[in-house]
């Protein structure tokens, strides 16, 4: 599964950002897509994750309440669209699939990755 990530850029904080996580030619079924960041530094870092058929969504607690993580049959994405950003959700984000194994939140068992989409939030 080849995943390719978008979405990053520069942004003020308390602005928005939406990210995007597409799988061209695979399929999601039955997978967890996570989102993970790591700032520099810092170890990566879980961030979201959606399973997608049974559309079960988490969330670190640092980020409940201003990002939401969903998905696109239509288009096979999965996207995470960040709101009130702040200076401390500067970092690369990448989006990650698992096998379809029992969802965790340690990036160790997720095994196909995009590449990283830096976001920058500036204070």
């Known amino acids: 599964v080849q995943l390719q990530a978008s979405g990053g850029g520069l942004v003020q904080a308390g602005g928005s950002l939406r990210l995007s996580c597409a799988a061209p030619?695979?399929?999601?079924?039955?997978?967890?897509i996570a989102w993970f960041r790591q700032a520099p530094g810092k170890e990566r870092e879980f961030v979201a994750a959606?399973?997608?058929?049974?559309?079960?969504?988490y969330y670190t607690d640092s980020v409940k309440g201003r990002f939401g993580i969903s998905r696109d049959y239509a288009e096979n994405t999965v996207t995470l669209q960040m709101d009130s950003l702040k200076p401390e959700d500067t970092a690369v984000y990448y989006c990650?699939?698992?096998?379809?194994?029992?969802?965790?939140?340690?990036?160790?068992?997720?095994?196909?990755w995009g590449q990283g989409t830096l976001v920058t939030v500036s204070s």
């Open positions: 030619g695979s399929t999601f079924r039955n997978r967890d």
């Open positions: 990650a699939a698992d096998r379809g194994q029992i969802y965790s939140s340690n990036w160790r068992t997720y095994d196909y």
């Open positions: 959606i399973n997608w058929s049974r559309n079960s969504k």
